[in-house]
């Protein structure tokens, strides 16, 4: 089992930044993504960043040039850094990691952060 929890998620008026941090500990499975979804009332969750193998990043089209996706593989931790946030980007952020067991691929999430940008 993968186990993950979000931080840095709050309140912040338009134009602000925040940044996400994502820890991950348990099994020590082969790394084949980690991710920010995210979920505002009443939506489906949405991808907004990943990264995957050889730091290859993707990002949402609302987000790209103003969020940036990173990974530290040493300290178990993955980034999101927001910038220029819009009312829009209103959300719970979750945090998603895809690793390998040796019997498949597995899913694992993080409990969500608030973030909440005011106009």
């Known amino acids: 089992q993968v186990q993950l929890v979000e931080s840095g998620g709050g309140l912040v008026p338009a134009g602000g930044s925040l940044r996400l941090s994502c820890a991950a500990s348990?099994?020590?499975?082969?790394?084949?993504?980690d991710g920010w979804y995210r979920q505002a009332p009443g939506k489906p969750r949405e991808l907004v960043a990943l990264?995957?193998?050889?730091?290859?990043?993707t990002y949402a089209d609302p987000v790209k040039g103003r969020f940036t996706i990173t990974r530290d593989s040493a300290a178990n931790m993955v980034y999101l850094q927001m910038n220029n946030l819009k009312p829009e980007d209103t959300a719970v952020y979750f945090c998603?990691?895809?690793?390998?067991?040796?019997?498949?691929?597995?899913?694992?999430w993080g409990q969500g952060t608030q973030v909440t940008v005011s106009s």
């Open positions: 348990g099994s020590t499975f082969s790394f084949v993504a």
């Open positions: 990264i995957t193998v050889g730091e290859t990043t």
């Open positions: 998603n990691a895809r690793r390998f067991t040796g019997r498949g691929t597995r899913e694992y």
